[in-house]
């Protein structure tokens, strides 16, 4: 194969012989942390101390390794199946080496030799029998698949893909790439399989229910070395060097809101005006509890909120968040499950639903939930959207909103969860208002429905 160097080495045949770099035995490390522990990765290295003794650029580099070797775990598990022989196993430490130089070789574009080379020499300082076992499953990848993958990208890029074209670019499931393709246009589908392994934009929002903050965060952020840039949302925010902001403390004290650019969207659309009674349904941590709290206050005055959450810990999280966001006044949290929420509530102006879902639109910022769902995961999850969105619309007041919203992109999640809803009883007073897919560059995808229950 052309590129190879010539020189040999004992146990590896052809090679570049090169100590594997800091940056790269430092991903090595956390994702074998990330494995024992089963850590979501995107915890893990907020927390790495590992990645304090690294240069900027070495860090950006750990973060994409990590990342996107655990967002296309099972696509580099398939193909480096494929090239050991039948029933061989593969200790742990190893498989996570070739995954992380496969992972290189397939979608980061990196030399075949330096990438081999390094492989091996990451394989070698976890099992150093396995050298040679290392050096010939990464050949064969760099030989093979490589190129296979370059004819599903043309395919993709031509619009004349197969779902297992989409599984390998998108290093996805090709269950989930079926799923999609019967809920998207060939262009969306396109779009959102090339995005899965693309870096997530780092995007914050500004807490503006403190209005005597608003004006100052961008130096705020700015002070904090986070290089802030003003986005197109009010109060949005892209970090440039999002590794500053949790040394800042701006997120501790809830000056800033992590927050991805879709998600901002979705609570600004229902559009709270001051004074109205809000139910928000799946409160989680509460980010977008204040982000509509955020929106009213901008708008003239809080709205007054009931935040509902089935889950007693994030409940009791959200209501701390709270006080320390200066919301507490209008928000009350209230641990419930929302397909039972207590008559004595009364009616709401807006009832928003933040439902749980696959979350198929948010794979570059949450890389452990393609190869973690089930195939019947959507089918499950739509029937307790259903229950949800019924139980809420109980809720709404005459003349009220009734927002729906997921971060999936699967049609039984979304369109067909609205269809069903308004077919039924349940539904009969409501009148479809619009829908909408909000996605944007380098960011999550989320689906929000707005319905009215008529006077």
């Known amino acids: ?115 081999v080379s390094q492989g091996v020499e990451l394989v070698r300082s976890v099992a150093p029998r396995a050298a040679g076992l290392a050096n010939a499953v990464l050949r064969r990848v760099a030989e093979k698949d490589a190129a296979t993958l370059v004819a599903s990208r043309a395919r993709v890029a031509d619009g004349s893909f197969t779902a297992s074209d989409l599984a390998r670019v998108g290093a996805l499931p090709k269950w989930l790439c079926e799923r999609a393709m019967a809920s998207l246009s060939a262009e969306e589908v396109a779009a959102w399989a090339e995005r899965a392994l693309e870096p997530a934009a780092s995007w914050v929002a500004a807490n503006r229910a403190r209005t005597e903050k608003g004006q100052s965060l961008f130096r705020m952020l700015e002070e904090a070395g986070c290089r802030p840039e003003e986005g197109p949302l009010p109060g949005s925010f892209r970090l440039g060097a999002p590794a500053r902001l949790a040394p800042s403390g701006l997120v501790e004290s809830v000056d800033v809101l992590p927050c991805d650019l879709a998600a901002q969207e979705v609570a600004l659309s229902c559009e709270p005006t001051p004074g109205e009674r809000v139910l928000e349904i799946g409160q989680g941590r509460g980010t977008k509890t204040i982000l509509l709290e955020g929106a009213a206050v901008a708008a003239g005055g809080p709205c007054e909120i009931v935040a509902v959450e089935s889950d007693e810990r994030r409940s009791a999280r959200s209501t701390a968040r709270m006080e320390t966001a200066g919301v507490a006044d209008h928000v009350r949290c209230v641990c419930a499950d929302g397909r039972a929420l207590d008559a004595s509530l009364g009616g709401f102006d ?61 049609a039984e999640e979304n369109e067909r969860v609205v269809e069903a809803f308004l077919a039924s009883p349940a539904g009969a007073g409501f009148d479809f208002v619009r829908s909408d897919r909000t996605s944007w560059p380098n960011a999550d995808t989320h689906f929000h429905a707005h319905l009215q229950r008529r006077s």
Do not use: N
Request: a positive charge; hydrophobic letters at 40%.
């Open 1 to 115: 194969m052309g590129g190879w160097s010539s020189r040999r080495c004992p146990d590896v045949g052809a090679c570049v012989v090169a100590r594997a770099t800091e940056a790269r035995r430092c991903a090595l490390a956390l994702l074998g942390e990330r494995r024992r522990r089963d850590a979501r990765a995107r915890d893990l290295l907020r927390g790495a101390s590992e990645l304090e003794r690294l240069s900027e650029r070495d860090r950006g580099f750990v973060t994409r390794l990590v990342m996107g070797v655990t967002s296309a775990q099972g696509e580099l598990d398939r193909v480096i199946e494929s090239h050991l022989r039948r029933g061989a196993k593969l200790e742990p430490r190893v498989r996570d080496a070739l995954r992380l130089a496969a992972f290189e070789l397939l979608y980061l574009g990196a030399r075949p030799d330096a990438a």
């Open 350 to 410: 807006l009832v928003f639903i933040d439902a749980p879902c696959t979350g198929t639109g948010t794979l570059s910022r949450h890389p452990e939930i393609a190869w973690s769902l089930e195939e019947d995961a959507p089918e499950k999850l739509s029937r307790l959207q259903g229950e949800l969105l019924s139980a809420a619309a109980a809720r709404v007041a005459a003349g009220g909103r009734l927002v729906y919203a997921t971060c999936s992109v699967l």
